[in-house]
C-alpha cells in the first residue's frame, strides 16, 4: 500500500510538472499563495486517487472473499456427500 501511495504522489508530481507546452516568462514573481493552493491542490488530488485505488483493491478483494467461501462451501458439500456415500458402502460389508 505504500508502494501505490508512493507511486500515486510521483504520477502526480510528474503529471502536474510536465508537458509540452511552453510558457512565456513574466517579470513578476510567483505569489505564494496561489504556489500554496497548487500544492495543496496537487496533494488533494493525489490524495483521492490514492483513495480511489485503495477502495477498489478493497472492493475486488471483497469479491474474491465471496467467490472463495462460495467455492468452498460446495467443495464440503461434495464431501460430505461422499463421505455419505462410503459409509454406507462400508455399512453393506
Known sequence: MKKLI????????LTSCGGDTTKTE???SPDSTSMAKDAKNSSDS???AALDTSKSMATD???MADTAKK???????KM???AKEVK???DKK
Open 6 to 13: 508512493a507511486i500515486v504522489a510521483i504520477a502526480a508530481f
Open 26 to 28: 513574466t517579470t513578476t
Open 46 to 48: 493525489a490524495t483521492k
Open 61 to 63: 478483494a471483497a469479491k
Open 71 to 77: 467455492e468452498m462451501n460446495k467443495a464440503s458439500d
Open 80 to 82: 460430505k456427500s461422499a
Open 88 to 90: 454406507k458402502e462400508a
